[in-house]
């Protein structure tokens, strides 16, 4: 199904750049693998929780005595029992901006109740729990719940949200208005757009999106009074910073004595970096009840409690010359934020999308302004290439629009404008200063490796056949390693973003690496160990990993925004340096020579121009745990930890072309071809790297052709299972024609560029371009996500919409 070409990148001599198998897939694959769902631990009971079935009420009364009667029933909980628990917070506000959110005790943004007990703002909003004795106990007492409700207005989108006379969510957001965020030069744009030959504007509609996962969230806690412990195991992308924000800003306990622990987690795409009400709950009713407490949530509950993505509405003008050249690009874009601030929502609907606008081109003027309201429909979150997708679907959109304006090819218009390699670090007017790239370089292989040239001919032969064919290109600058902990601080973020590894290198010989990261399916295990034994020298089957326990690893920020190769594996590696340098010098004192003459290669100390003269790695780490004869400047033992923060982002890019035929009779559209060019500079394991791209394409095929998550007039989310909500299966997956460029980041040592979700961010507009370009001669400019076959039929049938 992929044709990948081009050499494999290699760092050194040995094991990192290697496609090596991943270590976790067997236990995967069969069946092994410990998920939330799979913790029980004795005396577990069990927890439901009742949401909200309307989008906007106030709540009257709850009458929970005839729940409590049933068989099983341990205890049904609302709000009145949780009066001394904080409410979560919200960790990522718009930056620079004056922003407005629901209160928190500490002054810091708050995000929602535990339970609320005064009104629901959307359907899932969580009422009360139930802990009985079995799951099935629990969810039927749901049901003998009595909830008295006064109907309020309901409001489903950002625009409308913001009109006079709108519904209001909270009392503390007036007008529902969170934030006003712009980036770039307004005054500078307008000018630019006012002056130019040629203008062009689009309306378009970023819809929402719901992740996905195979696993759907799940949360066990066990409570311990002998020492006032508690633990929580959960289906969580970061148990660092999820300890840290429920001890301390929403239970209001020790630091230490809350421990999380992430077992093997089934997915995420951004979902599971957020705190949930069921987390404190868990830990709240264990303490309650005396038992451990374990909920597990259905898909059903998962479309209607769990982060959802992308949903902004964007008026976007691009300004140029009758020659090609591009001047200015504005973008006014109204952000869903859903009911409440998710922990880190506000950050992603503006920082993420609005920089990113210009893409990988050099463009004088540029300008974004988002608006971010509040609405009866669940929370915004982060999705797989969150922001960046949604800029990189208006500037490509606009592009071919521009192009299809003066009449010049898309992908002559594209290349004249790309940034040049000279420019490098380019400062994009909007806040990024990207870090390095060879966009022509990539760009054209893209163009080559798809036979952009033989396309006219392809048209030709498929309308033969009763097809319309038709051809996108969409490149992308996307963002990643967050990343810098000062800079990131003035975008809003509300903590550090350094990451950490700890290596101990035991008398064996054998090695052990601990990381704050968190691994959601990205092979962490196989990549962090080829980083430590490549530093090393060693075998990477001698080098375990460990991470996900807030216990046993040194405090780290997680796994989100394609962060873990270029902020974790940089860490591993200066670490293993440290080994080595300590290797060196007690190398000099085991053989006998002055420092300067010790040479640490190929997992060995010897003496240069003499290599007769060597000790081993296992030879060394057995030495160092007897610590005989080492002068007191030396310590005994190899440990070492780093904490690793960058001096900025890195910034991964790319181009990709998709081919569509269009069924004239039905409207259907295939994806019959697909090219990936990505740029993810130094790459650790090409085997891991191309599973991420073939899933981020897929991925965003899904937004493109099927998925929208659907809300009706009064707030209902009509595509709240799969049944009703499409993903893209196996055999809507295209043939890939994947390759790569490599321009190394000189941002970390390793050369890393984030990789994970890269290439979800361009396929939306590949794929809607290449729809775009089959139905241009019926005067077809633009036609909204998901491009389902009903819009394509009456396209082709000459209807507006």
Same mark, same amino acid.
């Given at each position: 199904?992929?044709?990948?070409? $081009?050499?494999?990148?290699?760092?050194?001599?040995?094991?990192?750049?290697?496609?090596?198998?991943?270590?976790?897939?067997?236990?995967?694959?069969?069946?092994?693998?410990?998920?939330?769902?799979?913790?029980?631990?004795?005396?577990?009971?069990?927890?439901?929780?009742?949401?909200?079935?309307?989008?906007?009420?106030?709540?009257?009364?709850?009458?929970?005595?005839?729940?409590?009667?049933?068989? $099983?029933?341990?205890?049904?909980a609302?709000?009145?029992?949780?009066?001394?628990?904080?409410?979560?917070?919200?960790?990522?506000?718009?930056?620079?901006?004056?922003?407005?959110?629901?209160?928190?005790?500490?002054?810091?943004?708050?995000?929602?109740p535990v339970l609320t007990g005064d009104a629901v703002r959307h359907v899932g909003d969580p009422i009360a729990a139930v802990v009985a004795e079995t799951p099935r106990q629990a969810a039927a007492a749901l049901?003998?719940?009595?909830?008295?409700?006064?109907?309020?207005?309901?409001?489903?989108? !950002?625009?409308?949200?913001?009109?006079?006379?709108?519904?209001q969510l909270h009392e503390a957001v007036p007008g529902n208005l969170n934030a006003y965020w712009t980036c770039g030069d307004k005054d500078r744009t307008d000018a630019a757009i006012a002056a130019a030959e040629v203008t062009v504007e689009l309306?378009?509609?970023?819809?929402?999106?719901?992740?996905?996962?195979?696993?759907?969230?799940?949360?066990?806690?066990?409570?311990?009074?002998?020492?006032?412990?508690?633990?929580?195991?959960?289906?969580?992308?970061?148990?660092?910073?999820?300890?840290?924000?429920?001890?301390?800003?929403?239970?209001?306990?020790?630091?230490?004595?809350?421990?999380?622990?992430?077992?093997?987690?089934? +997915?995420?795409?951004?979902?599971?970096?957020?705190?949930?009400?069921?987390?404190?709950?868990?830990?709240?009713?264990?303490?309650?009840?005396?038992?451990?407490?374990?909920?597990?949530d259905t898909r059903t509950g998962l479309m209607n409690s769990t982060v959802q993505g992308r949903d902004h509405r964007q008026h976007v003008t691009l300004a140029g010359t009758r020659d090609g050249r591009i001047t200015a690009v504005r973008a006014t874009s109204h952000a869903n934020l859903g009911a409440y601030p998710s922990t880190i929502g506000p950050g992603v609907a503006t920082a993420l999308m609005g920089r990113s606008i210009s893409g990988m081109y050099d463009i004088d003027a540029a300008f974004c302004e988002v608006y971010a309201a509040?609405?009866?429909?669940?929370?915004?979150?982060?999705?797989?290439?969150?922001?960046?997708?949604?800029?990189?679907?208006?500037?490509?959109?606009?592009?071919?629009?521009?192009?299809?304006?003066?009449?010049?090819?898309?992908?002559?218009?594209?290349?004249?404008?790309?940034?040049?390699?000279?420019?490098?670090?380019?400062?994009? +007017?909007?806040?990024?200063?990207?870090?390095?790239?060879?966009?022509?370089?990539?760009?054209?292989?893209?163009?080559?490796?798809?036979?952009?040239?033989?396309?006219? !001919?392809?048209?030709?032969?498929?309308?033969?056949? +009763?097809?319309?064919?038709?051809?996108?290109?969409?490149?992308?600058? !996307?963002?990643?390693?967050?990343?810098?902990?000062?800079?990131m601080s003035k975008e809003g973020m509300l903590g550090g973003t350094w990451e950490s590894a700890n290596i101990r290198v035991h008398p064996t010989g054998e090695v052990t690496v601990t990381v704050g990261s968190a691994s959601t399916g990205q092979s962490h295990g196989t990549v962090f160990a080829q980083v430590a034994a490549d530093e090393l020298g060693i075998d990477p089957d001698t080098v375990q990993v460990y991470e996900g326990d807030t216990l046993k690893?040194?405090?780290?920020?997680?796994?989100? $925004?394609?962060?873990?190769?270029?902020?974790?594996?940089?860490?591993? !590696?200066?670490?293993?340096?440290?080994?080595k340098?300590?290797?060196?010098?007690?190398?000099?004192?085991?053989?006998?020579?002055?420092?300067?003459?010790?040479?640490?290669?190929? $997992?060995?100390?010897?003496?240069?121009?003499?290599?007769?003269?060597?000790?081993?790695?296992?030879?060394?780490?057995?030495?160092?745990w007897y610590g005989w004869g080492l002068p007191p400047e030396i310590e005994p033992a190899l440990d070492e930890t780093t904490h690793f923060d960058p001096p900025d982002f890195n910034y991964p890019f790319g181009t990709h072309v998709a081919v569509v035929e269009i069924d004239e009779l039905t409207g259907e559209t295939e994806v019959v071809a697909y090219t990936a060019v990505d740029?993810?500079?130094?790459?650790?394991?090409?085997?891991?790297?191309?599973?991420?791209?073939?899933?981020?394409?897929?991925?965003?095929?899904?937004q493109a052709l099927m998925e929208h998550a659907e809300y009706d007039e009064n707030g209902l989310l009509l595509s709240s299972d799969l049944g009703h909500y499409a993903l893209p299966r196996a055999f809507d997956a295209p043939f890939f024609s994947l390759d790569k460029t490599t321009t190394p980041s000189p941002h970390n040592p390793l050369g890393a560029k984030g990789a994970g979700e890269i290439a979800t961010v361009p396929p939306a507009a590949a794929v809607v371009n290449a729809v775009v370009d089959a139905l241009s001669d019926l005067g077809v400019i633009h036609i909204d996500m998901p491009v389902t076959p009903e819009k394509v039929w009456r396209r082709l049938r000459g209807e507006a919409r």
């Amino acid at each position: 199904m992929t044709a990948a070409t $081009g050499e494999s990148v290699l760092q050194g001599q040995g094991v990192l750049g290697r496609p090596l198998d991943s270590r976790e897939d067997p236990h995967l694959l069969r069946g092994e693998a410990k998920y939330v769902a799979d913790i029980d631990l004795p005396g577990t009971a069990h927890m439901a929780i009742l949401g909200s079935p309307v989008a906007h009420a106030r709540i009257l009364s709850i009458d929970t005595k005839a729940a409590e009667q049933l068989p $099983g029933v341990l205890k049904v909980a609302t709000a009145a029992d949780f009066t001394d628990v904080m409410p979560l917070p919200c960790i990522w506000i718009p930056g620079g901006v004056e922003s407005h959110f629901p209160p928190h005790p500490y002054g810091l943004p708050g995000a929602r109740p535990v339970l609320t007990g005064d009104a629901v703002r959307h359907v899932g909003d969580p009422i009360a729990a139930v802990v009985a004795e079995t799951p099935r106990q629990a969810a039927a007492a749901l049901a003998a719940i009595d909830v008295e409700y006064e109907p309020l207005p309901v409001v489903t989108r !950002a625009d409308e949200a913001l009109r006079e006379g709108a519904p209001q969510l909270h009392e503390a957001v007036p007008g529902n208005l969170n934030a006003y965020w712009t980036c770039g030069d307004k005054d500078r744009t307008d000018a630019a757009i006012a002056a130019a030959e040629v203008t062009v504007e689009l309306d378009l509609v970023n819809q929402r999106t719901i992740n996905s996962p195979i696993e759907p969230r799940g949360a066990v806690g066990d409570y311990d009074p002998a020492t006032g412990e508690y633990t929580l195991y959960a289906s969580t992308q970061g148990p660092h910073n999820h300890r840290f924000l429920l001890a301390a800003l929403v239970l209001g306990i020790p630091f230490n004595k809350l421990r999380v622990v992430a077992p093997t987690v089934g +997915g995420s795409f951004g979902t599971k970096g957020y705190l949930y009400p069921d987390m404190p709950l868990v830990l709240l009713l264990s303490k309650a009840l005396g038992r451990p407490v374990k909920w597990v949530d259905t898909r059903t509950g998962l479309m209607n409690s769990t982060v959802q993505g992308r949903d902004h509405r964007q008026h976007v003008t691009l300004a140029g010359t009758r020659d090609g050249r591009i001047t200015a690009v504005r973008a006014t874009s109204h952000a869903n934020l859903g009911a409440y601030p998710s922990t880190i929502g506000p950050g992603v609907a503006t920082a993420l999308m609005g920089r990113s606008i210009s893409g990988m081109y050099d463009i004088d003027a540029a300008f974004c302004e988002v608006y971010a309201a509040f609405t009866n429909t669940v929370p915004l979150g982060a999705q797989r290439g969150s922001g960046r997708a949604e800029a990189a679907f208006l500037m490509e959109r606009l592009v071919d629009r521009y192009a299809s304006e003066i009449g010049m090819d898309p992908a002559a218009v594209r290349r004249k404008n790309l940034v040049p390699k000279e420019k490098f670090p380019y400062d994009n +007017g909007l806040g990024w200063t990207y870090d390095s790239g060879d966009y022509r370089l990539n760009f054209d292989r893209a163009i080559e490796l798809s036979g952009y040239a033989d396309m006219p !001919a392809r048209k030709t032969e498929a309308r033969a056949r +009763g097809k319309r064919l038709g051809v996108g290109i969409a490149s992308y600058v !996307a963002v990643c390693g967050v990343g810098p902990s000062t800079r990131m601080s003035k975008e809003g973020m509300l903590g550090g973003t350094w990451e950490s590894a700890n290596i101990r290198v035991h008398p064996t010989g054998e090695v052990t690496v601990t990381v704050g990261s968190a691994s959601t399916g990205q092979s962490h295990g196989t990549v962090f160990a080829q980083v430590a034994a490549d530093e090393l020298g060693i075998d990477p089957d001698t080098v375990q990993v460990y991470e996900g326990d807030t216990l046993k690893a040194p405090y780290g920020q997680g796994t989100y $925004g394609s962060r873990s190769y270029s902020m974790a594996a940089p860490a591993i !590696a200066l670490t293993a340096r440290k080994i080595k340098s300590k290797l060196v010098k007690a190398g000099a004192v085991f053989l006998g020579v002055p420092e300067e003459k010790v040479v640490y290669a190929g $997992g060995k100390v010897y003496e240069e121009g003499n290599e007769e003269n060597t000790k081993t790695f296992a030879e060394l780490a057995m030495a160092m745990w007897y610590g005989w004869g080492l002068p007191p400047e030396i310590e005994p033992a190899l440990d070492e930890t780093t904490h690793f923060d960058p001096p900025d982002f890195n910034y991964p890019f790319g181009t990709h072309v998709a081919v569509v035929e269009i069924d004239e009779l039905t409207g259907e559209t295939e994806v019959v071809a697909y090219t990936a060019v990505d740029d993810a500079g130094n790459i650790g394991n090409p085997k891991v790297v191309l599973g991420q791209i073939e899933g981020s394409i897929v991925h965003g095929l899904g937004q493109a052709l099927m998925e929208h998550a659907e809300y009706d007039e009064n707030g209902l989310l009509l595509s709240s299972d799969l049944g009703h909500y499409a993903l893209p299966r196996a055999f809507d997956a295209p043939f890939f024609s994947l390759d790569k460029t490599t321009t190394p980041s000189p941002h970390n040592p390793l050369g890393a560029k984030g990789a994970g979700e890269i290439a979800t961010v361009p396929p939306a507009a590949a794929v809607v371009n290449a729809v775009v370009d089959a139905l241009s001669d019926l005067g077809v400019i633009h036609i909204d996500m998901p491009v389902t076959p009903e819009k394509v039929w009456r396209r082709l049938r000459g209807e507006a919409r």
